[in-house]
């Protein structure tokens, strides 16, 4: 068995985990929600079973213990002694294709009947003779398809040589379309030469229109405002009035920090010297540099340069109307960087000054000039690409008024139409005899189902199925090429839905669990979430399935995020002795400022819950009681307020959380409040959502009032729900 995990490092979610959690042991519940990191963790032990790294994490480096103290590690998979059987999306991925409703075969055993072997072996007899037709047949099709193919490619090359590129399957294709009339199509050696030489005439090639973003007015006011601001702090008004001096000490001031004596004269540093710079140098001060800073640097973003194509790349007919739009364009382009120059200069100013205010000094840009001349230069590059269209398309014709009298040429060579009748007609016979040998080889696979062990799969999955359902409307049956064929009330199933295709895999993994590679006494099987989208019946019968299947294997991981198969589970180790299962929490929290999974024991008052509501209620209500800044119970807090609310509302109004809230909460900004809160901070992704949620105060506020709101709605249920709250409190 598997003792424990020493290390995770550069697997997904796993950044650098190091395994504090208890031991593993046989049977092994692992709690979490989505995208906590379950799914990831399932990979790695799939890493093992398929002994290669996973292909999105190929820098992963992990190390497994088992009870005897061998290790698995990331550089050596292939010398485990057990047997690793995983169940999660990618097992499905790689082994169910719902396109064609088919899966992939699961083992060969064999079980031989005479009779019908012998039956067997006269219809392949009957096969090899029609193929044997088939293939006198093909070769006299192939003598002469590869006549006319060679005969073919060198007139194209003819073609080639003329205007490129041009190949063979061109000229079949025109040869196919006006196969009635070729005859008509003969040219002259004058008009030919004519032809050629239209085509060989010079042409310009198009040119590109220019697409730009300009800087809006938008922008213009962001870095107005940001001009406007001073610094409100408590200033000395010498390092106001000398910037210089004023960079120097803030510079200074943070080589200092901590520092006893100056690094420059030696003197002594009183702490109410530094604390009177420090006052200066506010966190206003720098939030303004930096934006200052941030608006200079965008600003070189905005500049434009172009390199115009030469005035002679254009036609005659637009070249003197490009010169013009050009120079035009290029003016207008330096105004604007000029323009763009002059504020980041006006922005580096503020840098060395922030006291002072320059949004006076700033000024307005006519975007709408450069935009006109940019127009005005597009519309005489569109001039010159219709013109390049049009010459196009004479060459064109003159090309396929030549491309014609070469068919015309090659079929009165060649007799192209009379051996493409030939070919047509040896093509019937083969279709023929292909399909008698589709008849026979169906009458071979319908007596080869009911020995194949591929038919045998196909009920085991049919059987697990049912019980998974409670009936049996999705059946499997064996196809040809060892696959399987899906039916829904004896029909070809369609649009299966997310549940049925959960139960066909899931099915189909515990077959491969009787194959003859797997001794499930040696098997170490981590299953994934096995009930997505089923409902109750469906979910407590696959849960019937596993106790049934799997308590004999030599270890079991089961990871879910759905709390009533959880429980389930939960109540069928709880009957086991207790050093025989051990119960784990997956979450995803910040460490340094990086999203990371967690693994840990499951904690008690979750496990003795029966309800998430109740779990929910308990993270709640302790923070209350004891707010903290902690940054992980912060970056959670959103995500939990939410699932509570959904599930107090959605159980006694019927209804989501946006008009749960209108109901329980009567002051409006108060809802407005929450709204955001539950709405904003749980549905961002990565940092950006917990890098704002710093306000300790703020979260305290928002706990308060969604608590006080259900307390004041149903208070004889916020009594209970506090009493199962102090129980616990009480038990831990």
């Not at 292939?78 to 995983?86: A, H, I, L, N, W």
């Not at 032809?195 to 220019?210: D, G, H, V």
């Not at 390092?239 to 520092?259: A, D, I, M, S």
Request: some cysteine.
């Amino acid at each position: 068995m598997i003792k424990r995990i020493n290390k995770i490092r550069s697997f997904g979610i796993y950044k650098d985990l190091t395994f504090c959690a208890p031991e593993f042991k046989k049977y092994n519940l692992i709690y979490g929600w989505n995208y906590s990191g379950k799914t990831t963790l399932s990979r790695l032990f799939r890493c093992i079973e398929l002994q290669k790294i996973h292909m999105d994490f190929p820098d992963a480096e992990f190390e497994l213990i088992d009870n005897e103290n061998n290790n698995i590690k990331h550089n050596k998979l292939d010398g485990s002694r057990y047997q690793f059987r995983v169940f999660n999306t990618d097992f499905i991925n790689d082994n169910l294709y719902w396109e064609n409703q088919e899966a992939n075969p699961i083992f060969v055993l064999g079980e031989e009947n005479i009779e019908l072997q012998q039956q067997i072996e006269v219809l392949d007899e009957t096969i090899g003779d029609l193929e044997e037709d088939k293939t006198e047949l093909e070769q006299q099709r192939n003598d002469i398809e590869t006549d006319l193919e060679k005969k073919l490619t060198d007139k194209a090359r003819e073609l080639n040589r003329i205007k490129s590129p041009y190949n063979k399957a061109k000229l079949k294709k025109t040869l196919e379309y006006h196969q009635a009339n070729l005859d008509k199509y003969f040219l002259s050696e004058n008009n030919l030469s004519i032809l050629r030489e239209t085509i060989n005439a010079p042409s310009k090639e198009k040119l590109s229109i220019i697409h730009l973003e300009f800087l809006n007015q938008s922008k213009l006011e962001q870095i107005e405002e940001i001009l406007e601001k001073t610094v409100i702090s408590e200033t000395i008004e010498k390092l106001k009035n000398n910037p210089e001096l004023n960079n120097w000490v803030q510079r200074g001031l943070e080589l200092h920090r901590g520092k006893k004596h100056c690094d420059f004269c030696g003197n002594q540093l009183t702490s109410d010297l530094l604390h009177t710079y420090e006052k200066h140098f506010s966190k206003e001060y720098e939030k303004i540099l930096m934006e200052l800073n941030r608006q200079a640097r965008d600003l070189n973003i905005f500049k434009i340069s172009i390199p115009f194509p030469d005035d002679k790349r254009l036609y005659p007919q637009v070249e003197n109307d490009y010169r013009i739009s050009k120079s035009k364009f290029n003016k207008c382009i330096s105004e604007y960087n000029e323009t763009i120059e002059k504020l980041i200069s006006l922005l580096n100013e503020k840098i060395k000054n922030p006291f002072n205010k320059y949004a006076g000094k700033a000024f307005l840009m006519e975007i709408t000039v450069i935009i006109d001349s940019l127009n005005e230069y597009n519309e005489v590059i569109t001039r010159h690409n219709k013109i390049c269209d049009n010459f196009e398309n004479e060459q064109s014709g003159a090309f396929q008024k030549i491309e014609l009298h070469y068919a015309a040429e090659f079929n009165k060579d060649n007799n192209y139409i009379l051996n493409i009748t030939e070919l047509k007609k040896l093509d019937t016979e083969i279709s023929t005899i292909n399909k008698k040998i589709a008849e026979c080889k169906a009458l071979v696979h319908q007596k080869e189902s009911k020995l194949s062990d591929v038919g045998k799969a196909a009920d085991k999955i049919s059987a697990e199925l049912q019980s998974i359902f409670g009936r049996g409307h999705i059946k499997l049956e064996a196809v040809e090429n060892n696959k399987f064929r899906i039916l829904r009330d004896g029909r070809e199933a369609k649009n299966l839905s997310e549940g049925e295709k959960t139960a066909i895999a899931f099915s189909y993994f515990l077959t491969r669990l009787e194959d003859q590679e797997t001794d499930l006494s040696k098997a170490i099987v981590f299953i994934d979430d096995p009930i997505s989208s089923l409902d109750s019946n469906h979910l407590y019968n696959t849960f019937s399935i596993i106790k049934a299947k799997l308590e004999n294997c030599n270890q079991l991981f089961v990871s879910t995020h759905n709390f009533e198969f959880f429980n389930l589970m939960k109540d069928w180790f709880s009957d086991m002795k207790k050093k025989k299962c051990c119960y784990y929490l997956i979450e995803r929290t910040v460490k340094e400022a990086n999203e990371v999974s967690n693994i840990s024991e499951l904690p008690l008052f979750l496990l003795n819950y029966k309800s998430e509501y109740h779990y929910l209620f308990y993270k709640i209500k302790s923070f209350d009681s004891n707010p903290t800044t902690d940054f992980e119970n912060l970056y959670q807090l959103p995500n939990i307020i939410r699932r509570f609310l959904e599930a107090f509302v959605g159980f006694k109004y019927a209804v989501g959380v946006k008009r749960g809230l209108e109901i329980l909460i009567a002051n409006e900004s108060e809802r407005i409040k929450i709204d955001k809160f539950v709405n904003n901070f749980s549905h961002q992704s990565g940092l950006s959502r917990s890098l704002v949620l710093t306000d300790v105060n703020e979260c305290k506020s928002i706990v308060h009032i969604v608590l006080e709101a259900v307390k004041n709605k149903d208070s004889e249920h916020y009594t209970c729900l506090e009493e199962i709250y102090n129980t616990t409190i009480t038990a831990l």
